[in-house]
């Protein structure tokens, strides 16, 4: 069984670019959440997302962030205009379904890095 | 959801078991006690969660007191690869499986 895949695992941008953050969740898994952890800071949850649709976004900046999780393919975290302080590791989670939103398994992350 | 309180960190000889506590001394009757760690620089990794009663799984042991304000994580037999920080959260249920990471505690496992 694939575990939940992201890509790119490293992702370098310039002040100004876009950002796009991809996430494959498990196999079967219709829930997907976004997590950010900054340098030297805790995990913190952005997104939660179900098949297209967004179901709580309360952890996401008001501007440049957004997300979605189409019928088909991956789940997209994009950033607009990035800026050195977007620079995080950003991670997704899956989970098998409504009884067990709380047990996720985790991706590798992507570290993003704005110069 | 209830506040959690772990210690900062905890050392632990490699093949001993590896108690790490947790304090919810303001959980209400249908919150779950959920586990999870982070090895440097990895995801984080599921472990274990139960709701009163013990529970044991492949990867650890969750004990949970009778009036349910504590916990222990039990790792039987720590290898250096367990050397990771563990969160301790406490959910409801409501809130769409938003996980709250705290400080966690840093365990590190010595040879």
């Known amino acids: 069984n694939a575990g939940v895949m992201q890509n790119p695992r490293h992702l370098v941008r310039r002040r100004g670019q876009e950002a796009r953050l991809r996430c494959s969740p498990m196999?079967?898994?219709?829930?997907v959440y976004w997590y950010r952890q900054l340098p030297e800071e805790g995990l913190k949850f952005m997104v939660y997302?179900?098949?297209?649709?967004?179901?709580?976004e309360s952890g996401m900046p008001k501007e440049r962030f957004s997300a979605e999780f189409p019928k088909e393919g991956p789940s997209i975290l994009r950033i607009q205009q990035v800026v050195r302080g977007d620079s995080a590791a950003y991670f997704c989670?899956?989970?098998?379904?409504?009884?067990?939103?709380?047990?996720?398994?985790f991706g590798p992350g992507t570290r993003l890095t704005v110069t | 959801d209830a506040k959690t309180t772990q210690p900062p960190s905890m050392d632990c000889a490699e093949g001993r078991a590896a108690n790490l506590p947790c304090n919810h001394s303001?959980?209400?009757?249908?919150?779950?006690v959920y586990w999870y760690r982070q090895i440097h620089s990895q995801g984080p990794q599921y472990i274990i969660h139960?709701?009163?009663n013990n529970e044991t799984n492949e990867m650890a042991s969750l004990i949970i007191t009778e009036d349910r304000k504590s916990s222990t994580l039990i790792l039987p037999h720590a290898t250096l690869r367990d050397t990771a920080v563990y969160y301790c959260?406490?959910?409801?249920?409501?809130?769409?499986?938003?996980?709250?990471f705290g400080q966690g505690t840093i365990l590190t496992v010595h040879p």
């Open positions: 989670a899956s989970s098998p379904g409504e009884r067990a939103l709380y047990e996720q398994y």
């Open positions: 196999k079967g898994h219709s829930h």
């Open positions: 997302l179900q098949k297209e649709n967004i179901i709580d």
């Open positions: 303001t959980i209400s009757g249908n919150e779950y």
């Open positions: 139960g709701l009163k």
């Open positions: 959260i406490v959910n409801r249920g409501t809130s769409y499986g938003k996980l709250t």
